[in-house]
């Protein structure tokens, strides 16, 4: 087998199979009654665009291996131009804009990049913040250039109209910088190879039984990569996707019924707000083969709610993963709602499936230490909570540049290979599936034992009046005090009585009966890409106030 990869190649052969079939389309605008415009490229077009602005890339500097400011939202651009950096072989950097301006420029100063494509507001920050791209020589604007120089995309466009052959990069080089979220740390710039984008499509494809008529509704704009590698049609939605959670519900349903969109991608927040939509208008979604829910626990409940709308031989896929590595393991809604639900209320933590393609999944003794290289001895015996350890070949194997989340984050076996810490606990039940129980960082450690998150949450959230809930620790590892903040449902008047029933709650099941501390908050804080992550953190920080000021349990937030 070739050494040679790169990920643009999928694009060639997409386009070798149906060079007529709509690759990308876009809602680019609506007409006096309404009704949504769209433009399209088909994968011929898209191949050739990108095959054009590679060329011009290469004539502007922009050259294998070069790290290279990526800062264009979903569209048509964004797929030419991400297509024609991977057939140069350059290195887009991309880091998610919700995660606030101090946060991303660090991001993009950790990677000291040498060239910037972005649109014109991204400009505007660059030239007010020059001490972050100082390193950058390179300057492409999508959109309109104004009084900072550099090229246009219509320059770009102009260099040649010739076919571009792709560089012939191997399947150990780098192809892409992705930053995590930092939704539980500072974060990360993952290092992805071409032989792990090449390693995600192919088991994307199989896993999910992907097919050549399929058209998707990627509403998680990185998960649209995928497609034209996939062959599938992708719909950009017409939505912020920095803030699904606030999604307009009918824009989704409207490109689905569009388009007769078979497959989509949601945050559990998303997949709620369409589901309790759909619900209320007894809508249906023949169309929809399979929904693809993933960035945080989906709940039975949501995925109950939205599994009304689809045929019966549809179903919602929660795939799991990280930035890191995803995905690794996975279970349908049918095997949720008719076995595992139950298992999920009464505190065995969520059931994330089984691993998927041949991926290698082991539990390990949970422990904030380094481990350097693999051995059977830190392995947790099956039904005991451990951290979940990945091998696979989309498994990325480091960060850019950053040894010590190597050292805590990586274990080498006696193979060569590389096992990804994900961070996160669970433990393997006896049909080999793994069940999740929250962050490592999350647990918490009390003069009795450990209290695990996703476990002694389900009791409360089995409540019809509790939205949801975060458990949360106060003081020393050891020592923690354990608190549980409710976040009720919408139109809950009466918040003492709710918090008197918590405590019933808390004391009718052993994994909660030692919790004494409980607090009402309104709306939880969440992660910005999925808005689907509780912020525990911030949350304990709150809880921890609280309880200094000597507020009882009867105290509410406001």
Request: hydrophobic fraction near 40%.
């Amino acid at each position: 087998m070739s050494d040679k990869v790169n990920i643009s190649h999928w694009l060639k052969k997409s386009c070798a199979r149906h060079p007529y079939k709509r690759a990308v389309v876009y809602p680019s605008s609506r007409d006096g009654h309404g009704r949504v415009l769209y433009s399209q490229l088909t994968f011929a077009q898209l191949d050739a665009e990108s095959d054009f602005l590679a060329h011009g890339l290469k004539t502007a500097g922009i050259k294998r291996g070069l790290r290279t400011i990526l800062m264009v939202p979903p569209g048509m651009e964004f797929f030419c131009l991400i297509f024609a950096m991977f057939k140069v072989g350059a290195v887009p950097v991309v880091v998610d804009p919700g995660m606030g301006i101090n946060r991303m420029l660090s991001c993009f100063r950790h990677t000291s990049p040498q060239a910037f494509i972005g649109i014109e507001k991204a400009h505007i920050l660059r030239i007010m913040r020059p001490a972050t791209f100082k390193p950058v020589h390179t300057f492409i604007t999508v959109g309109r250039r104004w009084f900072w120089g550099g090229y246009t995309l219509d320059d770009l466009r102009k260099v040649t109209t010739e076919p571009f052959e792709p560089a012939d990069t191997s399947s150990g080089e780098t192809a892409a910088i992705l930053f995590t979220t930092g939704s539980t740390g500072p974060a990360k710039g993952v290092v992805y190879t071409h032989g792990n984008f090449d390693a995600q499509i192919r088991m994307i494809q199989e896993h999910f039984n992907i097919q050549e008529d399929e058209i998707d509704l990627p509403t998680f704009p990185l998960f649209a990569l995928f497609d034209p590698a996939l062959g599938m049609t992708a719909v950009i939605p017409d939505m912020d996707p920095t803030r699904p959670a606030f999604v307009n519900p009918e824009r989704i349903i409207e490109a689905i019924e569009n388009h007769g969109v078979t497959n989509m991608f949601a945050s559990p927040a998303l997949l709620n707000r369409v589901g309790k939509y759909g619900r209320e208008l007894d809508l249906r979604l023949p169309s929809l083969r399979r929904v693809v829910s993933a960035g945080a626990p989906v709940s039975p409940a949501n995925i109950e709610q939205f599994s009304i709308m689809l045929n019966s031989d549809a179903e919602i896929h929660t795939p799991y993963g990280a930035t890191e590595a995803v995905p690794v393991l996975s279970i349908s809604s049918n095997e949720i709602l008719s076995e595992t639900r139950k298992l999920s209320e009464q505190g065995f933590g969520i059931c994330v499936g089984r691993p998927i393609c041949g991926t290698e999944v082991e539990l390990i003794k949970i422990n904030e230490e380094h481990i350097g290289t693999w051995s059977h001895d830190i392995l947790v015996p099956d039904k005991d909570v451990g951290e979940i350890t990945v091998k696979s070949p989309l498994v990325t194997e480091s960060y850019f540049q950053n040894p010590k989340a190597d050292l805590f984050s990586k274990i080498t076996d006696d193979r060569g290979g590389v096992w990804h810490r994900m961070g996160d606990l669970g433990w393997r039940d006896t049909k080999g599936r793994i069940w999740f129980c929250g962050r490592k960082s999350h647990r918490v450690i009390t003069a009795g034992g450990t209290l695990f998150t996703i476990p002694c949450e389900a009791i409360f959230n089995n409540h019809n009046l509790v939205s949801r809930s975060a458990l949360v620790g106060i003081g020393n590892p050891g020592r923690e005090i354990p608190v549980i903040c409710i976040e009720p449902v919408p139109g809950v008047k009466n918040k003492k009585d709710l918090i008197a029933e918590m405590h019933g709650v808390a004391a009718s099941h052993p994994l909660t009966q030692d919790i004494e501390h409980i607090l009402i908050h309104k709306s939880f804080p969440v992660d910005i890409r999925h808005n689907s992550k509780i912020f525990r953190e911030i949350l304990a920080d709150w809880a921890s106030k609280k309880l200094k000021n000597k507020l009882t349990d009867l105290d509410i937030s406001e």
